[in-house]
């Protein structure tokens, strides 16, 4: 069964940094898949923050643009954001999804990791 699983939220201060990974497997890990984080904060819709081709090129929110950076790994079948100089503003569950590529939809999600940050 597909799957993808999150990690690395925590709590830090403004200005400091995080870095998320998500891990797939099943059928969910497929190089020709795309890939991104979304994040929904407290009574606010769910946004796309980061996004990932299978070819790698990526493409950001504005709102994140020059501060997070997504890659991936496909030979352990990992995704990561990593989250420098991070705001308040920047607090939020933050998830995972994947889809194939020609799929206008994400069709797989994990379970979300929280990021907590404070002024």
């Known amino acids: 069964q597909a799957q993808l699983v999150e990690s690395g939220g925590g709590s830090v201060q403004a200005g400091g940094s995080l870095r998320l990974s998500c891990a797939a497997s099943?059928?969910?890990?497929?190089?020709?898949?795309?890939m991104a984080w979304f994040r929904q904060a407290a009574g606010k819709e769910r946004e796309g923050v980061a996004f990932i081709a299978s070819v790698g090129s990526t493409r950001y929110a504005d709102t994140v643009k020059g501060r997070f950076t997504i890659s991936k790994d496909n030979a352990k079948a990992n995704l990561y954001l990593q989250m420098n100089s991070l705001e308040p503003e920047d607090t939020a569950m933050y998830y995972c999804a994947a889809k194939p590529c020609l799929r206008s939809d994400y069709n797989y999600w994990g379970q979300g990791t929280q990021v907590t940050v404070s002024s």
């Open positions: 099943g059928y969910t890990y497929n190089r020709s898949y795309c």
